[in-house]
């Protein structure tokens, strides 16, 4: 029993954290390499006492986690090995000058991993140039040959300041001489141009005339006796000649280590791929030379015209720029065919060449201020990317070419390269900057195969005694034996050992029996596992689309939900955050959070967090009675009981409560004090936590009171009284002044007033006799 439970335990343990290379049931090292960069293979004899065979296949870390310690780890790495590097151009120590470097280079990827590497190419200070100058000779560039006669001399000159090493040859076409491109009288043969009058050479395909040579001479005397052709229809056979230019190296004299421009000369569009078919030519173009003995093309009424693709094929193939001198009516078709050629350029020709020397001379200058890189060879399978780090700074992601190119001039580029799959055998391709013969050689070998079936031991005692060979730690069974080590003949495997119970499918028919084991088969979806092949991790429910809403695992069908999930799904979150009410409370005290969501308990309660209820109480208020019962009884178990069973409620004096849950109330009691506690809801009903009574106001001080207010009427009647004596005083002042006032006003004598009688009085004594004295009386 307890190698089962620890059997068990690692395969519950490998399905959680295992890495995902051993989802994919690889059964040998090889198709373990195959599933991707990130898979390696356990070669470990005894891995597979704990688990299977398929699970020696995991990441690297997994593996070491698991016990296969890192050299019984098969993981091979990608490299990338230079071969060759000679350095660029002057700056190398040898005679070969190259004018890209690396020169050579050998990598080895993983099905499925990437490679980035850098490249530099160098712009040559004097490289050798050959112009081969390909014109139509047809009756409507009459006026253009007589435009060229001095063309070799100017060319040269103008080419002098650019290079010491410059040649020139000369070719001409017109058409395929067939019908219904031309007409076939005896007598519009030998004179196509009879209908107007002028006498014109009988029409041609393509003539090769003049070979690559330094002597300008030539070239004018060859240009000199020159005449034209003629034929019925608008296209010429010019690619004809094209093809013919590129393929007859050997005759037209192009060099190996020169820049070879291809001069094309044209009024009129070019037949190409199936025009031929008009006349009965139905032969493909095969890219062969066949220029005779006269250096005419032989097999123009044979062969087919080429196709756009085949030109691109040989050009590239042979190196050759192309550039199309046309007058402007054709501009636009020929700009649609160097779209597809690679370093094609396009000019516009004046009505009779007269800028013929101009447009070469820019074409040549444009193609030899920008490095393009292009691809040669098989690259099937391969996906290659290019970044390109151009001598000005400029950093193009996507790019592989570099503009305003000054001779001497270095640019680099990022090559990145990615294998999709396997590959049969080593393959070999090219990177090369076009125009440049120099070219960076690829060999690129694919790491499928793993290094331990070098050393396999044949017959060996751990499968089974010698029933079969170990072969990167796993078993390779002899002919009629099966198992992990070799251990069943084919035909004993214990059958019913494989089935759940009696009548149930042979590993649920998920897998095949093999002495007794189910060995489960692979599954696109994911991991299929178990004694039975009845478990995987895969077929759990699915919220929104997603296997256990995302925050699971699936284990033998049922979610194992991540910390902070609950639910079948695992989509109800355990936290309570999106539940608390902007009170604070969980769901305002009236209900439960259930998957992050408010379950309202209380009748009438509603809204996100039951914070809608008008017939619902302040729930702080509920409880009160129970509280103020509770808090200041004598006996609070046996007077409170019925209050508080009444309320559903449960005081408390414990400090240890979910605060996150809980309630804080403060109320004011009927006797004016504060009343504190925690209510949290449960199920049976409210659990009052630490009640709390405090700030109580004190009982009121009679005597105090009492002299306070005596002596507040005394000191209010003194003030009174002193006030009303203030304001009696003003009174009378101001009746004095005024009396004052009025008596200063008066304006007569006090004598003359007839109210006035004054307190004395005189009169004469009649009877006193005197000297006349009189007496005053009072």
């Excluded at 470097?101 to 490679?115: E, T, Y």
Aim: charged residues 20%; negative net charge.
């Amino acid at each position: 029993m307890g190698i089962v439970s620890l059997y068990l335990v690692l395969h519950f343990w490998l399905v959680t954290v295992g890495g995902t290379c051993s989802q994919f049931k690889a059964l040998s090292c090889d198709e373990c390499l195959q599933l991707g960069p990130q898979c390696a293979w356990c070669t470990l004899q005894n891995f597979t006492d704990f688990f299977s065979i398929n699970e020696r296949c995991d990441t690297p870390e997994a593996l070491l986690q698991k016990g296969c310690s890192g050299e019984f780890v098969e993981f091979p790495v990608t490299n990338v090995k230079v071969l060759k590097d000679q350095g660029l151009g002057k700056r190398a120590s040898h005679t070969n000058v190259s004018y890209i470097a690396p020169q050579k280079m050998r990598l080895q990827l993983r099905p499925g991993s990437q490679l980035t590497f850098q490249i530099q190419v160098q712009e040559p200070e004097d490289h050798p140039v050959d112009i081969y100058y390909l014109m139509d000779l047809s009756a409507s560039m009459i006026d253009d040959l007589k435009m060229i006669k001095d063309l070799g001399s100017t060319l040269s000159k103008e080419m002098a300041k650019l290079t010491s090493k410059f040649r020139l040859g000369f070719g001409s076409f017109v058409e395929k001489p067939v019908l219904p491109f031309i007409k076939i009288t005896d007598e519009e043969l030998a004179n196509p141009c009879r209908s107007v009058d002028y006498e014109c050479l009988p029409t041609f395909g393509y003539r090769h005339l003049l070979s690559l040579t330094s002597s300008t001479d030539k070239f004018n005397e060859i240009i000199s006796k020159q005449r034209v052709s003629a034929n019925i229809d608008v296209p010429e056979g010019g690619f004809d000649a094209i093809m013919q230019a590129a393929v007859c190296g050997d005759r037209i004299g192009w060099q190996n280590n020169s820049m070879k421009l291809l001069v094309f000369v044209s009024d009129a569009d070019s037949h190409f791929g199936m025009d031929s078919k008009m006349s009965g030519i139905v032969v493909p173009n095969d890219g062969e030379c066949y220029l005779d003995d006269n250096n005419e093309y032989s097999m123009t009424a044979q062969l087919e015209y080429p196709t756009l693709g085949q030109l691109v094929d040989k050009l590239v193939e042979n190196n050759i720029l192309l550039i199309f001198a046309v007058t402007e009516n054709q501009r636009q078709n020929y700009e649609n065919y160097a779209s597809l050629i690679p370093g094609a350029t396009v000019g516009v020709l004046a009505s009779d060449s007269r800028n013929i020397l101009e447009l070469i001379m820019n074409s040549y200058k444009e193609l030899r201020s920008e490095i393009d890189l292009e691809v040669l060879g098989n690259t099937e399978g391969l996906q290659i990317s290019f970044t390109a780090l151009c001598q000005d700074g400029t950093i193009i992601p996507g790019g592989k070419k570099c503009s305003n190119v000054k001779a001497g001039d270095v640019v680099s580029f990022n090559v990145t390269v990615e294998l999709k799959s396997c590959l049969a055998g080593p393959r070999r391709f090219s990177l090369r900057p076009v125009g440049f013969q120099d070219a960076l050689e690829m060999e690129l070998e694919s790491q499928c195969v793993c290094d331990c079936h070098q050393t396999p031991e044949a017959n060996s005692a751990f499968c089974s005694r010698g029933r079969g060979a170990l072969d990167c730690g796993a078993c390779v069974c002899d002919p009629g034996f099966v198992g992990p080590k070799c251990e069943c003949t084919e035909g004993q495997e214990q059958i019913s050992d494989c089935r759940a119970h009696e009548g149930a499918e042979m590993c649920s028919g998920l897998g095949e029996c093999f002495c007794g084991q189910c060995v489960c088969h692979p599954s696109s979806f994911g991991r299929v596992y178990g004694p039975y092949c009845e478990c995987d991790n895969f077929s759990c429910l699915r919220f929104r689309g997603e296997l256990c809403g995302g925050h699971g695992e699936c284990d033998c069908g049922e979610c194992v939900c991540h910390s902070g999930w609950m639910g079948e799904f695992c989509n109800c979150s355990t936290s309570s955050n999106s539940c608390v009410s902007p009170d604070g409370s969980i769901c305002s005290g009236r209900g439960k959070c259930v998957c992050g969501k408010c379950e309202c308990s209380v009748p009438g309660a509603s809204g996100e967090w039951c914070q809608r209820c008008s017939t619902c109480g302040d729930i702080c208020s509920l409880p009160r009675t129970c509280v103020e019962c509770y808090l200041k009884a004598k006996d609070p178990l046996d007077e409170c009981a019925l209050k508080c069973n009444s309320l559903h409620a449960t005081v408390s004096n414990s400090t240890d409560f979910e605060e996150s849950r809980a309630t804080l109330c403060t109320l004011q009691s009927e006797d004016h004090c504060l009343l504190s506690f925690s209510l949290v809801d449960r199920d049976h009903g409210s659990i009052i936590y630490n009640p709390k009574l405090y700030d109580c106001p004190e009982p009121p001080n009679a005597p105090l009171i009492a002299l306070g207010v005596c002596m507040s009427v005394l000191i209010i009647g003194i003030m009174l009284l002193v006030i009303w004596k203030f304001l009696i005083s003003v009174h009378d002042r101001k009746e004095v002044a005024k009396f004052e006032a009025e008596k200063a006003k008066a304006k007569w004598q006090s004598g003359t007033n007839p109210l006035f009688r004054s307190s004395t009085s005189t009169f004469k004594n009649v009877t006193y006799k005197s000297t006349g004295q009189q007496k005053t009386f009072f």
